[in-house]
C-alpha cells in the first residue's frame, strides 16, 4: 500500500512539473497611449491601468506565466529602456532574455471616445444614451529570436445612460465608479477581446513553423555579429536576408524593409559572425534565414 501511494505521488509530481514546463512565460511592455490627451484622467494613470488590466486578465489563463509587473518596471528602470512601450524587436529580445520570458507584448491604444447616442428607451420612459469606444492594438515578439509572432487589434464598445466626460474628472482608473462607467466597461470588454486574440494566436503557434529571425547584435570592423548560433542549428555558408522595421502610422505591425544579405563565416554556440555580401546594416536590423 505504502508503496503505491508512493508511485501515485510521484506521477503526479512529474505530472505537474511537466505541466508547468509546458507554460511559456509573457511579460507585457507599458502601453503606448498616444489617443490620451483631452480626458480627464490621468494619462501615465490610464495607461499604467490598461496596461495592469490586460496583465491581470492573461494570467488568469492557464496556458502562460505572466512576469510581475513590478519586476518589468524594475528591468526598464535599471537598464534605461525608458518607460513609452516603443521598443524595437531587438530591444524587446534584449528585455525579455533579461525576464526570463518566452514572449514580450508591446500594445497600443489606438483610440478612445465617448460621444452622443440615440435615446434608450426603458418603457414608456426614454433617456439620452452615451456610447465609449476603446480600441487597442498590440504585437507579440518571441524573445529569442525578436521575432514579430503576431498582431492583433480590438475594439469594446459600451452603450449605457448619459453622461458628460468631466464626470471623469478625479475618479481613479482603479475605482470601481470608474470601472461601472461606460468609458469603463468599454475597455473591459476591449482587453477581453484582446486576450481572445491572444489566445487564438497562442493555440496556432508552431515552433517548427516558425521562420528562424535574428537581430545583427554588434558591428566589428567588417563584421556583423547575429545572435544567432549553433543551438539554432547555424552553420557556416548560411545566408541570411536583412530586413530594416519601420513603423508606419495607421499599421499596426512594422513594414519589413529589405536592405540586403548576409553570409556566415563562424559559428559559435549562442553567436555567429557574418560578412555582408552587398551593403551596410545597423545594429537592431532584423535577419531571416533563408
Known sequence: ???????????????????????????????????????????SQMIAGITEALTDRLAELESVKVVER?????????????QSGRVDTFTAAEIGRLL??????????????VSEAG????????????????????????TETGEILGSAQSSGKHLGASFRVSDLMGLSFASEAFKDSVLGQAL???????????????????ADSIDLVGNIVAIVGDKYILNLGQVHQINRGDRFSVYQMVDV??????????????????????????????????????????
Open 1 to 43: 500500500m505504502k508503496q503505491l501511494r508512493f508511485f501515485v505521488v510521484l506521477f503526479c509530481l512529474i505530472f505537474l512539473s511537466t505541466a508547468a514546463a509546458a507554460q511559456n512565460t509573457v511579460a507585457v511592455m507599458p502601453f503606448e497611449g498616444k489617443e490620451i490627451r483631452n480626458w480627464y484622467l490621468d494619462r
Open 70 to 82: 513590478g519586476r518589468l518596471h524594475e528591468i526598464i528602470e535599471e537598464q534605461d529602456f525608458g
Open 100 to 113: 526570463g520570458a518566452d514572449f514580450l507584448i508591446m500594445g497600443t491604444v489606438t483610440a478612445i471616445e
Open 119 to 142: 435615446g434608450i428607451q426603458f418603457g414608456p420612459l426614454r433617456a439620452q444614451g452615451t456610447t465609449a469606444k476603446v480600441n487597442l492594438s498590440m504585437r507579440v515578439v518571441a
Open 188 to 206: 473591459t470588454k476591449s482587453v477581453e477581446e484582446l486576450v481572445e486574440r491572444f489566445e487564438e494566436m497562442y493555440v496556432n503557434w508552431d
Open 249 to 290: 502610422p495607421g499599421i499596426a505591425k512594422p513594414v519589413e524593409i529589405p536592405m540586403g544579405t548576409l553570409r556566415v563565416i563562424s559559428v559559435d554556440e549562442e553567436a555567429s559572425v557574418a560578412e555582408s555580401e552587398n551593403a551596410d546594416f545597423e545594429v537592431g536590423y532584423i535577419v531571416h534565414k533563408e
